[in-house]
C-alpha cells in the first residue's frame, strides 16, 4: 500500500489548521501518493496552500452539502480505488460514521480534539499537552487502536524544525505578536488591541497579522497610524521568522499555539471554540500560556494584568519559554510517520 488519501475540511469559518497538520505530515511521505479530499469555503486558498506543500499531490473538492452518508460512500470509494490508507481529520465525524469505516475494512489514522465520543481507528492523535491516556482510555478499544497522545507527537514543517534549533529562552518583553489564523478572526485581533491599555501599546513593539479575511482592517490600519509600535504583518503565509523573534504570542489554543510552542514561545491564549478546550487547559497545566478569555471573550482586566507581570516579572517569561524548548523536541512528525507505516 503506497497511497494516502487524505479527508479534511478547512476554510475561512473552519480555519486553515486541519489542512495545515494534514500538509505537514504528508510532506515526510515522499515516496507515496497523497490525494486530499476537502471540504472547503474557499477554493483558492485551500489550493494555493496544497501546491505550496507539493506539485505532485491531487486533490478533488466535496460538494460542502453533501450528507455524511454520502460524504461517506465517496470516501470509501476513493480509498477502496486507490488501495489507500486513510488520515481523516474533520469533526463530522460520528460513531456511526467510523462504524462503517471499519466495517468496509478501511484502515486509517484519525485526528482528535475533544475526546468526547468513542473512536475506532486504527490510529488516533492528539498532540495537546492535555490529550492523557487517561482522558482517552474509556474511549478506545486499546487491542484495535493505537492512541498517539501529547505533545511528543506534535505534527511541523520543515521550516519550524530547523528554527527550533536556533529558538532561544526569552529572557524580558519587548516584541509581541498577535495572530488569530488565516481565516475569519471574528474581530479579534482588533478587540485584542482596542482592550489593551494604552501605554502598554506605546511601551511594547507588536507585530499584529492580518489577512485577506481579517475583520476591521481599517480599524486596525488606523491604529497602526496612532501608534507606531503596532507593526502589520499582512497577507504573509509564512510566519515562523515574526514567531522567532517574539517574546510573547497572542492567540487561540489551535495550530499556532503548537508552532509557538516549538520555537519556545510563551503564549497569552484565548479559547475561540470548545473543540480548544482540551488544548487550553494543557498549555496552562504545562505553565507555558496564561487564559485572558471568558466565553469566547477578551477580559480585558485579566489580559492587561498578565502583560504587566510578564514585563515585571522577568522570570515567569523565562521560565514558560524554558519547559517549551526543554519538552517539544519537534520530532512529532517522524513518530506519527513511524506508527503509520507499522500500519501498512
Not at 144 to 172: D, F, H, M, P
Request: proline share 1%; charged share 25%.
Amino acid at each position: 500500500m503506497k497511497n494516502i488519501v487524505v479527508r479534511c475540511n478547512t476554510g475561512i469559518q473552519t480555519g486553515m489548521g486541519h489542512l495545515v497538520r494534514c500538509a505537514n505530515l504528508m510532506s515526510v511521505f515522499d515516496e507515496y501518493t497523497i490525494h486530499f479530499l476537502i471540504k472547503t469555503d474557499n477554493k483558492h486558498l485551500t489550493t494555493e496552500i496544497i501546491k505550496r506543500y507539493s506539485s505532485n499531490w491531487t486533490f478533488d473538492y466535496i460538494d460542502s452539502n453533501l450528507s455524511n452518508k454520502d460524504d461517506l460512500k465517496l470516501l470509501i470509494y476513493n480509498i477502496k480505488a486507490r488501495n489507500a490508507f486513510l488520515i481523516l481529520d474533520h469533526y463530522q465525524v460520528d460513531e456511526e460514521y467510523q462504524k462503517q469505516l471499519r466495517k468496509e475494512g478501511v484502515d486509517w489514522l484519525q485526528f482528535d480534539s475533544h475526546a468526547q465520543q468513542n473512536l475506532y481507528a486504527n490510529i488516533v492523535l492528539h498532540s495537546s499537552p492535555g490529550a492523557t491516556h487517561e482522558l482517552y482510555s474509556s474511549l478506545i478499544d486499546k487491542e484495535k487502536t493505537k492512541a498517539l497522545l501529547g505533545v511528543k507527537y506534535i505534527i511541523l514543517n520543515e521550516q519550524y524544525r530547523k528554527l527550533s534549533a536556533t529558538a532561544q529562552a526569552r529572557t524580558s518583553l519587548k516584541s509581541i505578536m498577535i495572530c488569530f489564523g488565516a481565516g475569519n478572526d471574528n474581530k479579534l485581533i482588533i478587540e485584542c488591541l482596542e482592550n489593551i491599555d494604552k501605554d502598554l501599546l506605546s511601551l511594547f513593539s507588536w507585530n499584529v497579522v492580518i489577512g485577506q479575511h481579517t475583520q476591521e482592517k481599517e480599524k486596525i490600519k488606523n491604529l497602526s497610524t496612532t501608534f507606531p509600535s503596532i507593526q502589520l504583518i499582512e497577507n504573509e503565509y509564512d510566519l515562523s521568522y515574526y514567531q522567532l523573534n517574539s517574546d510573547l504570542l497572542i492567540t487561540s489554543p489551535g495550530t499556532l499555539s503548537y508552532e509557538a510552542a516549538a520555537l519556545g514561545l510563551p503564549m497569552l491564549l484565548l479559547k475561540t471554540n470548545d473543540s480548544q478546550s482540551v488544548n487550553l487547559k494543557g498549555w496552562q497545566e504545562m505553565k507555558v500560556a496564561l487564559n485572558i478569555g471568558k466565553e469566547h471573550k477578551i477580559d480585558k482586566i485579566i489580559l492587561n494584568q498578565y502583560l504587566r507581570k510578564l514585563s515585571k516579572e522577568k522570570n515567569s517569561l523565562k521560565g514558560m519559554s524554558e519547559i517549551l524548548l526543554n519538552t517539544i523536541d519537534n520530532q512529532g512528525v517522524f513518530r506519527v510517520k513511524k506508527e503509520i507505516l507499522s500500519e501498512l
